[in-house]
């Protein structure tokens, strides 16, 4: 399970002192036995990879805003926490894969721009997990015209 791969990575950082892996993966690990306690269950490796995505999404936001502020020191350890949060989740689709699935749904669907909505909820419970909502919006929005 992806959970005991983290907690063995995590062992393993503490043993070689990498501290920006090991309060990394702490991180990751809390929020995720959050999400346990919350669910009230363990987690399968497709809720833990939910957990990881979202960790993605607020490492990328806080790395944004330390590039904005010129705090080159902090932007340098999020992106390596992003880094070691991306190894534990799966390939996502290229635009080319993420373009080919929205064609063959719209051209399945025969959807119109009226029908953007549709197309969004096909497209993304085909890549769940595998692609970038806002991607799959921008590419959508494209081939509907």
């Known amino acids: 399970m992806l959970i005991e791969k983290i ?43 939910k957990v990881l995505r979202t960790q993605v999404k607020q490492v990328n936001e806080s790395l944004e805003s330390y590039v904005k502020g010129g705090r080159d020191d902090l932007a340098r350890i999020e992106r390596i926490n992003l880094e070691i949060l991306k ?7 290229d635009e080319e894969g993420i373009r080919t699935i929205v064609t063959e749904i719209i051209a399945e669907t025969g959807a119109t721009k009226k029908d953007f909505g549709k197309v969004m909820k096909l497209v993304m419970g085909k ?8 991607i799959v919006n921008g590419i959508v929005n494209s081939l509907l015209k």
Do not use: F, H, W
């Not at 190894?87 to 689709?93: F, G, V």
């Open 127 to 134: 890549v769940a997990g595998q692609a970038d909502g806002k």
């Open 7 to 49: 907690k063995a990575d995590l062992e393993a950082a503490m043993k070689a002192q990498d501290k920006e892996k090991t309060s990394c993966l702490r991180m990751a690990i809390s929020a995720i036995k959050y999400r346990q306690v919350a669910m009230n269950q363990d987690l399968d490796d497709q809720e833990v990879a």
């Open 87 to 93: 190894s534990y989740l799966p390939k996502e689709l």
